[in-house]
């Protein structure tokens, strides 16, 4: 996994014995998942890096490959335009998009190149339940209440 995003693991091994070849849905069997696992010396619950730095970890093939992440992502697009595919939706996207992403989703970055943008991705765990939040705490907030796409 030398050419793939360094703080991601594919746990295709896992995919591939829950599903025989025969059961699985032509799109599932080629969607890899990917969960958050950041290397040893980076045990935060949250990453934060640019579209060049992602595309420097990994192959071009790699990025652009669709993904089903076990984490949430939030995008951020900053200079260019850019189709991404959501769930084998496109999507269409602008400086000032984001992109908000949910555990369990399909996502692709697409093939465009001439863009940039931030991503932060974040472990489920990372966000407290507005339940558990105590009273004082105004700051909790359920990103699956979120939209999608916000400009």
């Known amino acids: 996994m030398n ?3 360094e703080t991601f693991r594919e746990n295709t091994e896992k995919s591939k014995s829950d599903l025989s070849a025969s059961k699985r849905p032509k799109t599932e069997s080629v969607i890899q998942s990917l969960s958050y696992r950041p290397k040893s010396h980076y ?3 949250l990453d934060v890096f640019t579209m060049a730095d992602l595309r420097l970890r990994g192959s071009k093939a790699k990025v652009q490959t669709t993904h089903r992440y076990e984490f949430y992502s939030l995008t951020v ?3 260019g335009m850019c189709s ?3 769930d084998f939706k496109s999507v269409h996207c602008k400086p000032g998009s984001l ?3 949910r555990p369990g989703q399909a996502h692709n970055y697409g093939h465009d190149e001439d863009w ?3 991503n932060i991705l974040f472990r489920p765990e990372f966000v407290l339940p507005v339940s558990n ?3 004082e705490l105004k700051l909790a907030t359920n990103p699956d209440r979120l939209p999608e796409q916000m400009f």
């Open 116 to 118: 940039d943008g931030w």
């Open 3 to 5: 050419d793939t995003f």
């Open 77 to 79: 697009i900053t200079k």
């Open 99 to 101: 992109l908000i992403l």
């Open 133 to 135: 939040a105590p009273r």
């Open 84 to 86: 991404q595919m959501v």
């Open 43 to 45: 045990q935060l619950d």
